[in-house]
């Protein structure tokens, strides 16, 4: 698999439940970053979690990021429609001026 | 908030046409980037900028790509002679030193 794979490809849940999607990846990483992309939009930055931390909270949402396991996990809680959307992880391995490498995306659908 | 912004939104242009196209990144920003997502497939790093220079590239980012930074403001991606395959939405990305990178909201190039 490549850096930064997502999954599950694609969740679909009903509104009010919490979405969790997972984040692997392969190379030692800085910082782990989460984006949503709305269909044919742009890509908006939800969270970024460094090496370092453990748990994040924005709102919410709730990142974990376990990296002997390398690995991420974005849960959103009390899930809305307007939360359906593409999610993507992203990792860079130097900080600032690093490229970010994406994975594939999960594609999550919540049902009002 | 200040985002990125980006045009055109949309550009249709013939084999082998040059293309520019155009990002104003947020102002107090010092990092740049550029990244495409071909139709259904992750997003692709393709090159990242700071103090007037390219700091990295992709294999992508071959010699038909150039980037400029032609003012204080602007920061652009030139394609030289376009390909089939050039076909893609396009992001610009900026950020400053503490890591977050911010998308614009893209350029869907299509090349017939």
């Known amino acids: 698999s490549q850096q930064g794979e997502e999954d599950p490809q694609a969740l679909s849940i009903q509104e009010g439940e919490n979405a969790t999607m997972n984040c692997s990846y392969k190379?030692?990483?800085?910082?782990l970053q989460w984006y949503r992309q709305n269909s044919g939009r742009g890509l908006v930055h939800l969270i970024l979690?460094?090496?370092?931390?453990r748990e994040k909270h924005s709102g919410r949402l709730r990142v974990t990021l376990d990296t002997s396991k390398k690995s991420s996990s974005l849960l959103i809680t009390a899930s809305r429609a307007a939360d359906t959307a593409s999610y993507f992880c992203?990792?860079?391995?130097?900080?600032?001026?690093?490229?970010?490498?994406f994975g594939k995306g999960i594609t999550l659908s919540v049902r009002p | 908030e200040p985002e990125v912004t980006q045009t055109p939104s949309h550009q249709v242009t013939q084999m082998g046409q040059e293309v520019i196209l155009r990002c104003v990144p947020i102002s107090n920003h010092l990092y740049f980037y550029w990244y495409r997502q071909i139709l259904g497939q992750k997003v692709e790093f393709l090159v990242s900028?700071?103090?007037?220079?390219?700091?990295?590239k992709s294999e992508i980012f071959d010699d038909q790509f150039s980037v400029e930074r032609p003012d204080g403001s602007n920061f652009t991606l030139k394609i030289r002679s376009t390909k089939l395959e050039d076909s893609a939405m396009y992001f610009c990305?900026?950020?400053?030193?503490?890591?977050?990178?911010?998308f614009g909201p893209g350029t869907r190039l299509l090349v017939l």
């Open positions: 900028f700071y103090n007037n220079e390219i700091s990295e």
């Open positions: 990305a900026s950020s400053d030193s503490l890591e977050t990178q911010y």
């Open positions: 979690i460094r090496s370092n931390e």
């Open positions: 992203a990792t860079d391995r130097t900080g600032a001026n690093s490229k970010l490498t």
């Open positions: 190379t030692s990483i800085n910082n």
